[in-house]
């Protein structure tokens, strides 16, 4: 088995965050952007370019720093706990996935009528696509 080097990756200066663990994957990152400017904004992350992170307790993370000092080990007693990030990954992440599920409507043929058709009901949306997210959690 291969490092999980990297399976969450932070980018201070796009504010994104991608997950590449359990429902995503390195090939097909889920990605967000956490449009949160006093969160990216503290001062402890004003040098940072990037974060490469594992969440198994292996000492392989990376922090990658603007001004050229070498990479270092995420220290979550200087940067803050990483769950910080995935929280916020979260939060975005049911945003985004309600949003889709709040647009994915379909017409469907009216069975009354010949060739009518109508928007599809709740309950059709429901059976079709399964109930609206409600949370979500990494």
Not at 12 to 38: H, L, N, Q
Not at 47 to 58: C, E, P, R
């Amino acid at each position: 088995m291969g490092t999980k080097h990297g399976i969450w990756t932070v980018v201070f200066e796009d504010k994104m965050v991608y997950k590449k663990t359990g429902d995503a994957s390195v090939s097909e990152p889920k990605v967000v952007v956490v449009d949160d400017d006093a969160f990216w904004n503290q001062s402890k992350f004003s040098n940072i370019h990037a974060i490469q992170f594992t969440d198994d307790n292996v000492d392989n993370d990376q922090v990658e720093y603007k001004d050229g000092t070498e990479h270092s080990s995420y220290d979550a007693s200087v940067l803050g706990n990483f769950n910080e990030f995935i929280t916020r990954f979260d939060t975005a992440w049911l945003a985004k996935i309600q949003e889709d599920w709040d647009s994915d409507n379909e017409v469907v043929e009216d069975p009354a009528g010949s060739e009518t058709y109508r928007p599809e009901t709740s309950d059709e949306k429901i059976s079709r696509l399964g109930a609206r997210p409600t949370s979500y959690t990494s």
